[in-house]
C-alpha cells in the first residue's frame, strides 16, 4: 500500500471527532489499515522513532489506529474502558509535530475495547509505555492532540532544545 502525507499541526482535520467505522471487515479498511502500516514504518524508517498512527494523521476522520509496540495490528473503533488511578508523567511526542514535546501526564494502566482487522470484538489490557501510547493515539481520534494534554503550557518545549536541557545535570525537565 502506498505511503501517505501525515498531516501536520494546524490541520483542521487533526481537531476533528473521528466518525465510527461502520463497516467491520471491508477491504477499504484493510486498506486503510495497511496505508497507516506503510506509513508508520516510513516515518519510523526517516525519523527514527514512532510506534502508533492514527487514521487522522494521514487524511481520513476515521475510527482507526495502528500500533507496531507489543501488540501489533490495527485498532477499529477503540475505546477505553478501564482506566487506573495510578498515573505518571512523560515527555510525548507526535508525528504530527515532530520537532515539538509536550510533558502528559496518563493513567498507567487502561483497558480498550475494540474490532480487529477481521471484524472481531477484542480487548487489550496495557500498562507503562503500551498504555500511554493507546491513550495518544486514541486521543486523535477524539480530535485531541498531546500538546492540548501537557500539564501546562511551560511543559512544551522544542525537540532540539529538549536534547540540549537534557544533557545538563542542573537541569530537570
Request: charged share 30%; with cysteine; glycine share 6%.
Amino acid at each position: 500500500m502506498p505511503v501517505k502525507e501525515i498531516l501536520l499541526l494546524g490541520n483542521p482535520i487533526l481537531r476533528q471527532k473521528c466518525t465510527a467505522v461502520k463497516s467491520r471487515a471491508s477491504d477499504e479498511i484493510r486498506s486503510l489499515v495497511a496505508d497507516l502500516r506503510d506509513t508508520l514504518a516510513d516515518f519510523r524508517s526517516r525519523r527514527g522513532f514512532g510506534r502508533g498512527i492514527a487514521a487522522p494523521q494521514i487524511g481520513f476522520s476515521q475510527q482507526i489506529i495502528y500500533i507496531n509496540f507489543e501488540y501489533t495490528g490495527g485498532l477499529i473503533n477503540p475505546t477505553i474502558v478501564r482506566r487506573s488511578r495510578k498515573k505518571f508523567r512523560m515527555w510525548d511526542d507526535c508525528f504530527s509535530f515532530p520537532d515539538i514535546l509536550a510533558h502528559v501526564e496518563r493513567n498507567y494502566t487502561i483497558e480498550v475495547s475494540f474490532l480487529n482487522e477481521e471484524g472481531k470484538r477484542r480487548q487489550l489490557k496495557a500498562s507503562g509505555a503500551l498504555s500511554e501510547l493507546l491513550q495518544h493515539e486514541i486521543d486523535h481520534l477524539n480530535g485531541i492532540l498531546a500538546i492540548e494534554r501537557a500539564i501546562d503550557s511551560k511543559h512544551i518545549i522544542l525537540r532540539s532544545e529538549y536534547e540540549k536541557l537534557a544533557h545538563k545535570p542542573q537541569i530537570t525537565l
